[in-house]
C-alpha cells in the first residue's frame, strides 16, 4: 500500500462523520438545506417591498454576517467541528439501534401470542399510516427525552450546552453535549423501535412504510419546509391556529430565550400536541424580541470548546456531592 492510499483512507476516515451529515439520515441532507434557503427568501420576500430586492440583500438577510461572526456562532462552528466527530466515532456505535429494539419486540409479541394467522394485508396506505405512526413515535420520544431535560437537574446540566447559544444559526443545532444527545437518540429509537416491531408483528410482510428519497415521508415533509429556521434569527409564525399542532421556528426560538417565562415551554420536536398534553405549549401572539442563551450569570461558563465539554460534567459532580 502506497502513502498516498494511507494518506487517503485517512482522509477518509476523518471525513466520513461529516460526509455522513449530508446522507439522507442527516441533518444536512440537501432538500434539508433548502428547506432554510427556501423558506427564508419567502420571509424575506414578504418583508421586502416590491423592486427593492435582489439577491446580495437575501443573502445578507439570510446570512447576516454580524451574527455569523459572533463568538457564540464562532464557537459553534469550532465545537461542530470536534464533537461531530467525537460523538460519530466513539459514542454512537455504543448505542442501540431502532432494528434491534424491534426484533426483541416482535419476538417478546412472538413468545406471548404465537405467529399471526391472519396478518393485515399491506398496501399503499398501509405504508403511509404505517410512516405517520412511526413518525410520531419518534416525536414522542424526543419531546419525552427534551422534556426530562428541562425538569431533570442532571440532565438540564448536560442540556444546558445547547441552551448556552446567545444566537441562533443552523450549526447551533449541533451545540449539544455528547451525554445529551445519548439520551435524544436512546429515547428516539426504544419509541421508534417498539412501533416498528408492533408494525412488524401486525401487518404482513410487505409493508413498506413511504418514503421519500429514502427518507420517512412525514419527516422528511417536516424538515423540508422550514424546520431549520428554528435555530436561526429568521421569525416565521405559523399563526394561532396551526401552532396548536405543529411547532414553528419561531415558537422553537422561544423555548430558546432565557426569560423565565419561556423556560420549558415548546419541547416538541414536530408536533405541538405533546406540549398541549403536558402543559408546556406557549404560542407566541406577535414577533418577540428575545434575549437568547442562558443568562449573563451563567454565559461565563460555556466560553469554549473545553467548556461546553466539562462544565456540565463539573455540575453534575456538585449535584451529586451537595
Known amino acids: 500500500m502506497t502513502q498516498a492510499t494511507d494518506l487517503r483512507d485517512l482522509l477518509t476516515l476523518a471525513l466520513t462523520p461529516y460526509l455522513r451529515l449530508m446522507t439522507s439520515d442527516g441533518e444536512l441532507y440537501w432538500p434539508y438545506v ?8 419567502m420571509v424575506w420576500r414578504a418583508s421586502t417591498p416590491a423592486g427593492s430586492g435582489d439577491a446580495q440583500n437575501l443573502l445578507k438577510f439570510a446570512f447576516p454576517p454580524a451574527l455569523y461572526k459572533s463568538p ?11 464533537n461531530v466527530f ?12 431502532s432494528t ?31 410512516s405517520a405512526f412511526l413518525a410520531i413515535a419518534a416525536d414522542f420520544g424526543f419531546f419525552l427525552s427534551h422534556y426530562l431535560h428541562h425538569r431533570i437537574p442532571l440532565l438540564w446540566a448536560f442540556h444546558k450546552v445547547h441552551h448556552s447559544a446567545e444566537v441562533l444559526h443552523p450549526l447551533t443545532a449541533f451545540r449539544s453535549h455528547p451525554v445529551n444527545l445519548a439520551v435524544d437518540f436512546t429515547f428516539v429509537t426504544l419509541f421508534s423501535g417498539v ?23 412525514f419527516n422528511f415533509t417536516f424538515f423540508a419546509v422550514g424546520s431549520q429556521l428554528r435555530h436561526s434569527h429568521i421569525w416565521l409564525d405559523y399563526g394561532p391556529r396551526v401552532s396548536r399542532f405543529l411547532v414553528s421556528p419561531a415558537m422553537h426560538q422561544v423555548h430558546h430565550s432565557s426569560a ?5 415551554q415548546n419541547l416538541g420536536g414536530a408536533l405541538a400536541i405533546w406540549d398541549w398534553l403536558f402543559g408546556t405549549l406557549y404560542i407566541p401572539q406577535k414577533r418577540e424580541t428575545l434575549e437568547l442563551g442562558l443568562g449573563r450569570d451563567e454565559v461565563s461558563s460555556y466560553m469554549t470548546v473545553r467548556d461546553l465539554y466539562f462544565s456540565p460534567l463539573l455540575e453534575v459532580f456538585s449535584i451529586t456531592i451537595s
Not at 467525537?86 to 439501534?97: G, I, N, R
Not at 423565565?260 to 420549558?264: D, V
Open 34 to 41: 433548502a428547506g432554510f434557503i427556501v423558506p427564508a427568501a
Open 72 to 82: 457564540s456562532a464562532l464557537l459553534d462552528l469550532r465545537y461542530f467541528a470536534v
Open 86 to 97: 467525537l460523538y460519530t466515532v466513539f459514542v454512537a456505535p455504543l448505542l442501540l439501534t
Open 100 to 130: 434491534t429494539v424491534g426484533h426483541v419486540v416482535v419476538t417478546v409479541l412472538v413468545r406471548q401470542f404465537g405467529i399471526p394467522t391472519w396478518p393485515i394485508s399491506s398496501g399503499r396506505w398501509a405504508g403511509v399510516a404505517a
Open 195 to 217: 412501533s416498528s416491531g408492533v408494525l412488524a408483528y401486525v401487518f404482513d410482510a410487505n409493508l413498506a412504510p413511504a418514503t421519500l428519497l429514502g427518507v420517512n415521508l
Open 260 to 264: 423565565s417565562m419561556h423556560f420549558g
